[in-house]
């Protein structure tokens, strides 16, 4: 969970402390909780998705269509 990544250091930083760990766990994809922030990052051993909190508490009820 970050509250903003408007930062490219605090952005780099959360990024990198995710694929580190999904890389050592064998885990493909992920997920960083924001305010507002969207976007998806692919990488070469999985997917983080970046969401604002919103989307993440509805679930599977409204996702954009990129996010499927």
């Known amino acids: 969970v970050s509250c903003v990544m408007d ?3 605090t952005k780099e930083r959360e990024i ?3 694929q580190e760990a999904m890389t050592e766990t064998n885990i493909n994809y992920a997920e960083i909780i924001t305010m507002q922030d969207e976007e998806i990052i692919n990488f070469e051993f ?8 919103w989307l ?7 996702k954009p269509s990129s996010f499927i």
């Open 7 to 9: 930062e490219p250091k």
């Open 56 to 62: 993440w508490c509805l679930g599977d009820k409204l």
């Open 46 to 53: 999985g997917v983080i998705k970046i969401i604002p909190a």
């Open 16 to 18: 990198r402390a995710l």
